[in-house]
């Protein structure tokens, strides 16, 4: 079908045929959280057998709780299916369940390479574990899962705007003593209109002094000049969403000049309300101006996705040819923190994975 050469829209493609081409595609998840990837099965046996108390336990009625389902579009409802999934964090066996899981759940999506963020304080302040003893366990259960499973996985960490800058000090300490292999980058995520990205100037340089790569959230919750404000203050590689760059031609230079990539999740920027009706998604315009976007899940236990349907959600309800998924492919393989000697193997793989589709491999493979 001509739809496979990445050229043709998919008007008369049947949803399901649009499906497969999305799930048997090689991916690369570049945004990723570990707190609202939590299967909901795995919610409920938690509770039950460390005594959590929840507002109901069965499986589909918990999920209103912890999932958007009807909610209206709003940040703050988003954000809000945190309060509950937080009390989950209660032993290392379970975080380390629960990191296992999340990687099974991204192979069996066809992942082969995915950054996972993850936020110490979070799994860390229910049992008031130490932070560096999370990271730990984190690292510890991604390293296992990824051979495991098959998907080759590297850690973010990532440090919360509302607390104080001495624990985002802490934070980069741990994250500069576990630079390897798994860990690769710190991010900055939270509330962007109280907690502007130059009050971790300090951090943050210090971390890129360091070795570690640098994303910062921006552009989701407040416009353009928040993502002006990641990357001047930052200097953020990667942009998590930043669709609102659109607003302001200057900063889409800027993101140009320095080749940033921005790290798109289309469901999720409907359900916060960042983004208005899927035809007028940022991700069409930002594609077609140059500017390095990919597709990305946010919190698919949360969001009720994965990222197949995020490549669907694209193509079917945005607007995006195949051809242009093709090409987000090759923005992420640049654009991911795997360590240097494990690129050419990235690279291989994606291509190698994209040769069932006509055209696919020319496009991935095409200078900029």
Not at 182 to 188: H, N
Not at 281 to 297: M, S
Not at 344 to 368: H, K, M, N, Q, V
């Amino acid at each position: 079908m001509n739809f496979l050469a990445g050229e043709t829209r998919p008007d008369h493609v049947p949803g399901e045929y649009l499906a497969k081409w999305a799930q048997d595609l090689p991916k690369i998840s570049l945004h990723r959280h570990l707190e609202g990837s939590l299967r909901l099965r795995t919610l409920a046996e938690i509770a039950s057998e460390y005594h959590i108390t929840l507002p109901v336990y069965e499986v589909e009625a918990l999920r209103p709780y912890v999932q958007i389902t009807s909610d209206p579009p709003n940040f703050h409802n988003y954000i809000g299916k945190f309060s509950l999934l937080r009390h989950f964090y209660v032993s290392q066996e379970i975080i380390q369940r629960i990191v296992s899981e999340v990687i099974a759940d991204a192979a069996q999506d066809n992942v082969r390479y995915m950054e996972l963020r993850f936020n110490p304080v979070a799994l860390s302040r229910i049992r008031n574990f130490a932070l560096s003893d999370a990271v730990d366990w984190v690292v510890a259960a991604a390293a296992k899962a990824q051979e495991t499973y098959h998907c080759r996985t590297c850690l973010i960490l990532q440090i919360p705007r509302e607390d104080p800058v001495a624990i985002a000090e802490e934070i980069v300490d741990i994250a500069i003593a576990h630079l390897g292999p798994q860990v690769r980058a710190i991010d900055l995520a939270g509330d962007e209109v109280h907690h502007p990205p130059q009050l971790f100037a300090v951090p943050f340089r210090r971390a890129k002094q360091a070795g570690l790569h640098i994303v910062g959230h921006a552009g989701e919750a407040m416009g353009a000049e928040s993502v002006r404000n990641a990357l001047t203050y930052l200097d953020a590689e990667r942009i998590g969403h930043g669709i609102r760059s659109i607003e302001d031609p200057a900063v889409l230079q800027m993101l140009r000049d320095r080749g940033t990539t921005l790290e798109v999740c289309p469901t999720s920027n409907f359900q916060t309300g960042a983004a208005p009706n899927p035809p007028d998604h940022p991700l069409y315009d930002l594609y077609h101006l140059g500017i390095r976007v990919t597709v990305n899940t946010d919190n698919p236990s949360i969001s009720a996705t994965s990222l197949s349907n995020e490549y669907v959600v694209s193509v079917r309800d945005i607007g995006l040819k195949p051809g242009a998924i093709y090409r987000t492919l090759r923005n992420a393989v640049d654009a991911a923190f795997i360590p240097d000697d494990e690129c050419d193997w990235l690279w291989d793989t994606i291509y190698d994975g994209l040769a069932p589709y006509p055209g696919a491999r020319e496009i991935f493979s095409a200078p900029r």
